[in-house]
């Protein structure tokens, strides 16, 4: 009795793990992918260290960790999968149990038949919608195709000037991918007032623009893209955006993927308003016999209960694994995503998971946000570098909403967001973050590590004992609207506050943290204190001293000079990064 | 109306963490902290630090992340807590509420009343009892005194050669401190058969030995010290040990810690068989107006249920929070620790949670655990390091015991446990591993991440389809027992095989595994096959066509080629190490 004839549409990512995986429990299944490209089973996150050149060659991508590239024929003689590229799926027919095929090479079609089918069509990017967005120095680099094309204008010196549209994850990596080491002149264009719009919290995002802008890119962000030209020259293009026109040799559009259900939709499967295909928790659409996973789907976000699109390579994968178990008999599940990314922007890494506290608030929850910095081992040891973590809770239950982060040791930093990512599913609370048992030594942790420290910090804010105030309030109360009322006082050593009383004159005023007692007199009454330190917890200790005497019109700047400085709303060298508090 | 007076016995970790917390809570409170030394509130966890020279100066142990020297007065001015230094506590009286304490300077007794009191008494160093155990030149580096007169005799070029006698977490890193930098020739000397006895598999622990001896440290096993003699020339010492004599300038005792609950027995408090002080989770003693933690307590395991002494820098630091909410009228619990630790061996990071293998047997678990090699990144990055990372479950309900690992890169190991440890206390089970949702993006992460393929290797594992063989028994099976009825099956390239086929001749076969199934008639069928490849995963895939085929006397040998050369088993140049394999 032959096995059970299994097709796959979609060779990329889940496609090969599913097929591989069944393989593997059922040597007797027949497995067929088909994909209508002719490169199958890539790292298609490897793409913007493909165009940078920090990986030379693109079949670095297509292989495997022992260098064998995964061509068909290497599905075919490893893994025993009959892979069909140059093949595009047609249509599906439920009733007959067939998919409609035809060869992109010689233009036959053909009906190939299944017992259980799998969906990995993954997504497309979205196109630039604006006059001259279809021209072809216009790309997406969503593929193999389309990144080979950039990076060869790139070589033969085609590029002095680039233009990304959209700071999103793809744009940033972009971004760094063309200036960095080709030193292209790079500019991105972004229609929110942020980087990483949706996913990233607007403190942490201006950080993420400092660094970018203090590597050479270009960031202009809340302006639009209204078209590209042609310059009069021939040569090149001019993009023209609501702030200005700007020249580029090369255009990228990064404006995000849609689901790919088209073949989901002609078959009749249930498809979701967003666009993306509905599974349950086996990976089963609505049709039982017809799996399907990877960028094509919807699943739940184990934070909010609600569905999302969540494209990642890496669930891809996962997913993958869950259908291949499932096809083979067994019993696994997908049950949702705690939404967990990283990226790597020039020297720094930024990292997340869980909702931040935007979302969190659109949401319904009653959240508010601890932001602690910190150093990513015992501030006694010699070297080590500062982490910035913002924390999202909810109020009523003390459930950990979301963390995200930014740091230039970028495994240390992506080390805690997983360690506080892996607590998600469980409704973890404050308590238990408090009481995270991270393995400490002091090379590679704080004896109460930032993540402790986070979750001390939200509790002491959620307690009432810690008033705290974001950067974007310090920029309007303090930095902008520049009245008598409100005073900085800076509870430093007279040499780190220096500076800024230089600066700031009357409106900034030094009493150490270790004096404010005895110096109390001179606190005045009639003011609303900032309190700032270089990180948050001085001055938190300062808030503490400064309620039981009575003063209570104060607000602790969270993150202290170190967020100030790292934001860019002050510019002003007091060595703060240098010398951060631990809680 | 006056604050509550609370007295704190011990200005080490837990006590200043306690006495701060209590302060910023209730700013009334009358603080008084006691400690016989004159130093105070100093990280005793970087101790080796300072002694290999990272750390030039002793103070920076004792000072804050600002640079402040955490002295008396720094308490008193920083912090309104009232440090009594260099005065010892002699007895409780439960009843009158008082301490009886005596001025080490003046000799002058005297009695302080508390209305709360916390044991923060922490460890002591166990003693070499043997004869010359009492030696001067016999060190324990457990406080700064001796940390900093051991440094001076080095800095004075007293010492050329050293014996650390027992290899756990403080001899490791001994041994590094004084070799690394000092260039003293060190030897270490273990009662066990590996270093990091009781806290680290045997496999893992044959590769910290083996970094260890690299690095010019002599690793002795199994041999006890039998006594220290002055050498015949009047300089030095001669260690006598089982396994012959040694000279040494200096002897560092690394023998373990016992908590130091004199003071709680003698004032009749609960105190567990193993002589640490008992406490609820509250971290009340026996009489509720006392609080215990550190070193001194017994612990809940979260993962055996079970009290464990599990002294650690970071849990003093948690639980004196703890201790300090409570103290201020709060309800804050400590519920108990996951056994998370990390190591830094010269260029090798250890890291650990939960139990491993042998501990869950001997704790009656049906325990197996999965042993996996990947890298730290996407295999497709540029730059990336190879994780040793080992797994325990239960069999019958799937859950995680624990998991260990080493690595180079140590910021991307801890994440990694740590991500696990988070997992822990909800006794997580292989499925949620499986799905742990880490922050992939290529520079810190494989899309399926070294996590996850410890979960799927031990799910395979559980249900049979993959069949593996350890390290130990590799050595016992093949090596040692040179028997011609087993046979190694080298499932990867021939270039990677033929130094092993030139070495082992007939007992060691290359069939890649990409042509294992057209050349499955030469596989023989009458020997035990032992697969192996890079790191496992190949091997895996040869398995299962092997099962398919009716050949089942086989075994894969977990964490392949690279882990067999890691551990020193065999050392032959096939660049396993390379090219491992992703799951």
Known sequence: MPGKRVVIIGAVALGPKAACRLKRLQQDAEVTMIDQ????????????????GDISDVRELM????????????FEDAKGVTVRNMTRALSIDRKA???????????????IPYDKLVLATGSRPNRLHVPGGDLPEVACVADLHSAAAVKDRISRGEVDKAVIVGAGAIGCEMAEA????????????????????GILDANLARMVRKHMEEKGVAVRLSETVRGIERRGDGEGLKVLTSGGDLEADLVIASIGVRPNADLAVQAGLTVSPRGAVVVNRRLQTSDPDIYAGGDCIEVTHLVTGKSVVFPQGSLANRQGRVIGTNLAGGHATFNGVVGSFSIKVFDMAVASTGIHLKTALSEGFDAVHAFVVQADRAHFYPTQDLMYLQLTVDRKTRRILGAQGIGHNGDALVGRIDSIAAMLPYRATLDDLSNLEVAYSPPYASALDIVNAAGNTAENILDGYNRTMDLDAFEKCFLENRTDDVLCLDVRGPANAAPFVERFGERWMNIPQETLKKRIGEVPRDKRLLVVCNSGVRSYEALRCLDAEGVRNTANVQGGMAAVKKSGLLDVDDESEKQPEQS
């Open 37 to 52: 490209d002719e490169f199958i089973s890539y790292g298609g996150c490897g793409i913007p260290y493909f165009v940078s």
């Open 63 to 74: 292989s495997t960790s022992y260098h064998m590239v995964r061509t068909p024929g290497f």
């Open 97 to 111: 149990k067939t998919v409609r095929v035809q060869d992109l090479r010689s233009g036959a079609e053909e009906d």
């Open 178 to 197: 063309l200036s960095d080491l080709w030193g292209i002149e790079t500019t991105v264009v972004e229609i929110a007032d942020q980087v990483l719009p």
